[in-house]
């Protein structure tokens, strides 16, 4: 089993819609969470990051974390042609031995079709 | 702000041939530093990592080294290139550190690198 599970997609949406991306995972010593936003041949790009369980919002993005059933989410409200990208959920462990070392998903393959 | 380099943006190398890929840092000291590949199944698989100078940690055995000869810079090397080691190459980079910090890491722009 992967320490993180994420459905690749392809996920299709049209323009408007609230997208749900979610990542999975099973190492309870994970503490901090990330999502990446990722356009073809490019690197990716840091959206949104938490510490522990709870809610951050920026904009039109929702990152929700679960610590007690090891479950993240990123919500997209609106969703735009310009939010057409692969999504990769990242997520590490806190203290010096990990050394900032994350964890990903295999990334999520969104469109948002006009 | 800090920014990150990476270069070539793309490459093109027979079986063989030697490998250098180059990482660049500015704006921050004494960054932790990380190689990836990323191949077409999209996962990021880490490489190398550093958090100092002459300090490189492997993550998977391979053909593959990294150096760390100044503060913010880290190269990727081989001395003879597989097929297999074609792919998108990603360096990152993670505040160095401190208790209490938390870990976002920032990309650079990637190499994309095919072995012919």
């Known amino acids: 089993q992967k320490e993180v599970e994420q459905d690749p997609g392809p996920l299709s949406v049209p323009e408007g819609a609230i997208v749900s991306l979610n990542c999975t995972y099973s190492?309870?010593?994970?503490?901090?969470f990330m999502w990446y936003r990722q356009y073809s041949r490019k690197g990716p790009e840091l959206l949104m990051y938490?510490?522990?369980?709870g809610n951050k919002e920026d904009g039109r993005f929702t990152a929700q974390v679960d610590k007690s059933s090891k479950y993240i989410s990123l919500f997209i409200r609106d969703s735009q042609p310009s939010d057409s990208a692969t999504y990769l959920c990242?997520?590490?462990?806190?203290?010096?031995?990990?050394?900032?070392?994350?964890?990903f998903g295999q990334g999520t393959i969104l469109t948002v079709h006009p | 702000s800090q920014t990150i380099h990476q270069w070539p943006a793309t490459l093109v190398q027979p079986v063989g041939s030697p490998l250098s890929l180059e990482c660049t840092v500015e704006?921050?000291?004494?960054?932790?530093l990380y190689w990836y590949r990323q191949a077409a199944g999209r996962g990021l698989q880490l490489l190398f990592y550093?958090?100092?100078?002459?300090?490189i940690s492997s993550e998977v055995p391979q053909n593959l080294s990294a150096s760390r000869p100044q503060d913010r810079q880290f190269i990727l090397s081989s001395k003879k290139l597989l097929l297999s080691d074609s792919g998108f190459y990603l360096c990152?980079?993670?505040?160095?550190?401190?208790?209490?910090?938390?870990?976002?890491?920032?990309f650079g722009p990637g190499t994309r690198l095919t072995v012919t």
């Open positions: 938490t510490y522990s369980s």
């Open positions: 704006g921050t000291s004494n960054p932790n």
């Open positions: 550093s958090v100092g100078i002459g300090q």
């Open positions: 990152a980079w993670t505040l160095g550190r401190t208790s209490g910090t938390s870990y976002e890491q920032y």
């Open positions: 990242a997520m590490n462990g806190a203290g010096g031995t990990s050394y900032g070392k994350l964890t």
């Open positions: 190492n309870s010593a994970f503490q901090y």
